[in-house]
């Protein structure tokens, strides 16, 4: 079975401090992908970012960067001089090659608050 | 990119009603969709597999006859909440891959807000 776990239940930063959500998974696919959204208090989800399981290399988008780790099955995102409209719940999701294309085990999400 | 759009966006519906949730993918074709519910401050949560041309296949726990799939077209799947109760007030969320298998592209609707009084 497939498991993903966030940690961080809540987190409360200020503006402009650098903050890391954690996410850990657990898997018996060889082929899977790892996924971050974000949801605003609108409820759609926002895309941030895919990862192969085979392609282990970091990523950096602008203030976002990724850092994937498969030795401890872990894909922690960090947030570079955090903004008030960072505010939001992130998910940290987990999907399977194969017969398990398309379905993702979300983690529990972290809230985050960015005070001004 | 690709779209995929939900209507209705929230609905307000009374005890014992059914409730239909449509969810498209706008410009592309989606062979499968999946259906994911979501309750306050919780996660998303699988419910079931919509399948074009097939039954759905539900998630352990789920009752697929309450939780009605169809798979009418290559661009729809539809959720029919049947004799809906309070606790089924949830978001529900589709979601459809675009793709091959090896991308794993995968494109959520905005969601739908049901509220069962």
């Known amino acids: 079975a497939q498991k993903v776990t966030q940690a961080q239940t809540e987190i409360s930063v200020v503006e402009k401090e650098d903050v890391t959500l954690d996410c850990v998974y657990e898997?018996?696919?060889?082929?899977?992908?790892l996924f971050w959204y974000k949801q605003p208090p609108s409820g759609e989800l926002v895309f941030l970012i895919r990862r192969n399981s085979f392609d282990e290399q970091n990523e950096i988008s602008g203030r976002y960067s990724w850092n994937f780790q498969k030795s401890t099955s872990s894909f922690n995102f960090t947030i570079t001089a955090s903004q008030v409209v960072d505010s939001a719940v992130y998910f940290c999701a987990l999907g399977g090659g194969g017969t398990s294309y398309g379905k993702l085990t979300f983690g529990q999400g972290t809230i985050l608050t960015v005070h001004p | 990119g690709a779209v995929v759009s939900q209507h209705p966006s929230w609905v307000i519906c009374k005890s014992g009603t059914s409730v239909k949730i449509e969810c498209r993918s706008l410009?592309?074709?989606?062979?499968?969709m999946f259906w994911y519910r979501q309750f306050p401050k919780q996660s998303l949560m699988l419910m079931a597999t919509s399948n074009e041309g097939s039954k759905a296949t539900y998630e352990q726990g789920v009752e697929k006859d309450k939780f009605l799939i169809n798979h009418a077209s290559l661009t729809l799947s539809t959720l029919t909440v049947t004799s809906a109760h309070p606790e089924d007030s949830s978001f529900y969320i589709c979601?459809?891959?675009?793709?091959?298998?090896?991308?794993?592209?995968?494109?959520f609707g905005p969601g739908t807000r049901l509220t069962v009084t």
């Open positions: 410009d592309f074709q989606a062979t499968t």
């Open positions: 979601s459809a891959p675009s793709g091959s298998l090896l991308s794993g592209e995968q494109y």
């Open positions: 898997t018996r696919d060889t082929t899977y992908y």
